[in-house]
């Protein structure tokens, strides 16, 4: 079940990830396999926690302009 609005969603869909954060599938899902995030399977269906790409996220370094990397 993939809420509209990520900050109360716990878990979400692979397309609700990649939608919201502007993310590709095949990233997505390498991150799934790297254990950078985590998911639940609902049947066939793998749904994101929304805590961990928050995590993940808050994770990144921050830009600095004038630093091409």
């Known amino acids: 079940m ?3 609005n990520k900050s109360t969603a716990r878990y979400m869909t ?12 095949t990233y ?3 991150l799934l396999s790297e254990g950078q995030i ?3 399977k609902l049947g066939g269906k793998t749904l ?3 805590s961990s790409i ?3 996220f808050s994770s990144l370094p ?6 091409v990397a």
């Open 28 to 30: 997505c899902y390498k």
């Open 54 to 56: 928050d995590k993940y």
């Open 62 to 67: 921050a830009y600095e302009p004038g630093n």
């Open 2 to 4: 993939a809420a509209k």
């Open 38 to 40: 985590s998911a639940v």
């Open 14 to 25: 692979v397309k609700a990830v990649c939608d919201n954060y502007g993310i590709g599938r």
């Open 48 to 50: 994101i926690t929304a």
